[in-house]
């Protein structure tokens, strides 16, 4: 993957996309290419309360998912704590070092786990004005994280978010 190739091909993504759908094959195909199986791309907030005007788009396992949202667990989650302590991308695994986890945290990435979501790596989007999110890529439980892949899981992840951003902003809720 050439740098170049790839920042075309983000910069078409953020232009060129007209709905979620698109969105989502667009942001799994760049996943798969970084050598992840799973991406995420989300306000951090409980969609059960605010409901569709909250972005939320993955391919994540659909148990976990819906355990995810039942259990609110989008204003908990410590991953989310950690992307409003740094700008750049971070590896799950270094969580304990940018906040204190908790015995609820440790049980939550565990269940995540259980359900399929093994290591990843989050890209913080905090946009001034607007509530916290993030772009994050994973791969599935007892796989490894893509050796170097960190700046390239930033770029993606920042104009992953950005274009979902332009979709849900543009029509005041979930895109078709």
Not at 9 to 27: G, H, K, P, Q, Y
Request: hydrophobic share 45%.
């Amino acid at each position: 993957m050439g740098i170049e190739n790839l920042a075309t091909r983000l910069m078409l993504l953020v232009e060129d996309v007209t709905n979620s759908d698109d969105l989502m094959l667009a942001i799994a195909g760049m996943a798969r290419e970084l050598g992840f199986h799973y991406f995420a791309i989300s306000h951090h907030i409980d969609t059960i309360s605010v409901g569709g005007d909250a972005i939320r788009l993955h391919n994540y396992p659909a148990r976990w998912a819906d355990y995810y949202e039942q259990h609110a667990l989008g204003g908990v989650d410590p991953v989310h704590r950690a992307s409003q302590k740094t700008s750049l991308a971070f590896c799950w695994s270094r969580l304990s070092d940018m906040i204190a986890l908790t015995p609820f945290d440790n049980r939550m990435l565990a269940l995540g786990g259980e359900h399929g979501i093994g290591d990843g790596i989050t890209v913080p989007a905090n946009v001034p004005g607007e509530a916290g999110g993030s772009c994050t890529f994973a791969v599935a439980t007892g796989g490894r994280l893509p050796r170097g892949i960190l700046p390239f899981a930033q770029l993606v992840g920042d104009f992953a978010f950005e274009a979902a951003r332009r979709l849900w902003t543009v029509r005041g809720s979930r895109p078709d």
